[in-house]
């Protein structure tokens, strides 16, 4: 696989050769490896370099492939990856998203609009009353109704009895209203744990899952992504921000528009600037086109801006960032003064009236 | 749980409360949940403030531990996390290492000397390559002999095959030499991949395992390290340097030493200053003494710096850290003039001199 790079001082060039591969000074290789296994240079332009690691030494699992892409590099500083060529890697270590834009357009019978999300919180509070938000939501026209990614099984609101009461109370308002609203309770835990919970939420009738793949592990979303019954997934971005710094680590249009994206995330969450992160424009922009671009025939995945975004400014928003876009509107809602149902109808409003 | 910050700017107290707990404007919140579910500052001394969370926040689960921990703030900037209250935590979220340094020290019959480590390499070796090199490095007296963590499940030696002949060489060469070198397979791998290769490395006496817990997700380690079969862990820190950047993230003490020894780490590594990484040596005595100091009564963990250590500088090293560390040297042992097991065996003299 090619891997490209830029980098604060092109002498790295063959400490990442080395230290992605074999780990061994150049004087112990045997020639085979030095010739077949250590990374080979095959594109530069001033900072920016392109280095190619055979396939073998990725094998078949993606916790190999990103001890590859920042293992030990990770380690050091001014090391940013901007990109992998995806269609050079086996063609079932990724699979790309399952349902992606036009397959969730199918689901909420949304053709050509924007679509919207929103989040139950606060934590602390009762299944019964995530249930009441949920339906409010739901009968105002929100599409995707996700638990907080701040909600697991704590003893406020145990993840079962909160899955349930909310996919129930989802699928009581859509068929009050006819409507397409999606519950997407947040499955992320230990282990196996969040494979149950994915085949609990199935079984529950809920449309989607929310999964944290930098709390659980990266591989766990394309194992989900991949399964027969597989729902649509959005990938929240907790616990990954060091990944993505300001010199080191994967430009954010890598990690969330691309990596996420080949993953199997449906919906990628980043966090839209301007609101309580600071990511630039520009970055979000690179993300929302990296993640519907074309990409090793892998299906468009929606962009999910969220973090602060408001009711007053969302118009503006859906003029930047244009219809394949999913707005995630959280804490601005819970501030409209005439409760959840108002302010959800009134996003459903501005949803429809950009398409 | 109370977690400690140093803080670039404390006027991000008020917003780290919020994102880590409700993740909503204070004029949204009921005044249960502002009393009883926001994190509360209970100590601040300029830039060094310490918040308090409800441990019903965390429930039970280590996932949701990390995203108390950093899961949005890590998409801010300038927050470092310094330590964490353990003693407030419920007793079974984590236990520490099961072995340990004294464990450790009986399984190995070195009751007060340092003790060595070394790596097998190179990726694209057969595994009777490896085998030959392990037997080697045992004859030589090599205390943990391990994979090099870029070894998965490639053709070129695949997990099961590389890791039975390991084993079966490093108790061959003990049973010649009535030394109790430990042949430490890696054994990450995707979803329960990491806990099937556990168990082949038990079956196949192997008497430790190398984990990559930010390429698996950390929770592995402690399920690991809790099983009744347990087998001492060594901890590698691939993929984890973005958490421990120059401003935001943990600090390299609080990962390395406090973080992985909490989630059951018996080795931990890390990068030494003065090789191929640019640890500076204050962290890298601040990780040994967090490694080894009082922590909720907690077994210590070894300190296990690598990365560049040389043959020739190994006795300043041993000075500079004391006793109780494990010294991980790779490729300066393959660069020895008379082969692996005189290099081996050269490493044991310093390690018995030094006892």
Redesign the interface.
Known sequence: MTIHYELADVAQID?IRL???????F???PP??LE??VGKVVAQDGAKVSIHYPN?????????F???L????????GIRITGVDWDELPSDLFGGPTFGISGMRERLGASTRPISCT?L?????TPAEFAAMAYEFALGGIDMIKD???L?????APFLDRMKACADAVNEANAKTGGRSVYVPHI??????TERRFEAAVAAGAGAVLL?PH???P??M??LARRSDAIPIMAH?????????PT??FTRAFLYGALWRALGADFVIY?NTGG???YPLADCLAINDTARGAMNGFAGAWPTPG?GMQRATLHKWIETYGKDTCFLI??SL??HPDGLRAAAAEIRDLMESAS
Do not use: W
Not at 19 to 24: K, L
């Open positions: 400490a230290e992605q591969s074999v780990e061994m000074p004087d112990t290789l085979h490896i077949h296994i073998g030494n990725v094998g078949g699992e993606i916790t190999q990103l001890n590859v920042f293992g030990n590099i990770s380690l050091l500083d989040a919180k606060p934590v602390g509070s907080d990614h701040g697991a099984d704590q003893p406020y992320t835990g230990p282990g196996e744990v944290c709390l659980a592990a591989d766990v394309h194992r971005p907790a616990f990954s921000g060091g990944l993505v710094g080191h680590g966090p309580r992160f600071t973090g959280g804490g819970y501030q």
